[in-house]
């Protein structure tokens, strides 16, 4: 059987956040035990005293914590350039079997200069495609027959070049995407390759978005 000190260490790991403001004593501990008093008895099948949580919550120790952050503040130093693209499209497709033998057609007729923006990501059930403006016409005219599921316009991307350590670095997704929660700024599409990561935002959100990881770079 579980004892209290898993339980609340359980819950505080599997709530985002929590554990990182609670080292930098951003949360009321004893506000904290109450509120999450009712799962820790839930999951244990007994009643417990608010103390007992709160002591529980006390006695999380931050060494991993730390060692992530310490690591990911190395991590951020070694973040290369950043290339910013605008007036972006993102169209959703549902899967089919003339689906991509469309999008191969389109690839193969568009010009593939610095003004273009092509990217393809194939799902189980629907594939997505990011495009810039000067493309749109053409994919319109080649998926015309395809089932579009959504399609949104007026976005922007940032492409972060991560240096080749992210392989071995755990978080490293979670420490870029964290600040942008904390922005409140949704995060339309994620694209990523094995040294590239971009994220497709909205265009009112970019000027933000490219402060936020400037700052990262920095600290």
Known sequence: MKTIQEVVEEIISQTPFIEEALHDKLVNVSSLARDIQGDVESRLGKPVKTGAVM????????????????NIKAFSLELKDFIVRSDL???????????HKQIAKLYNVIEHGSESFF???????????????????????????????????????????????????????YFILKQFAWANIPVQEIISTTHEITLVVKEADITNSFSILIRLKSR
């Open 89 to 99: 499209h993102d169209y959703t497709y549902k899967n089919t079997h003339t689906l």
């Open 119 to 173: 990217t393809v990501s194939q799902g189980i059930f629907e594939t997505n495609v990011v495009i810039s403006s000067n493309i749109r016409k053409q994919l319109e005219k080649y998926l015309a027959a395809e089932e579009l599921i959504h399609s949104i316009s007026n976005l922007s991307s940032i492409t972060v070049k991560l240096p080749k350590s992210n392989l071995e670095q755990s978080g490293v997704y």
């Open 55 to 70: 002591m529980a919550i006390n006695r999380i120790s931050p060494s991993q914590l730390l060692r992530i952050r310490k």
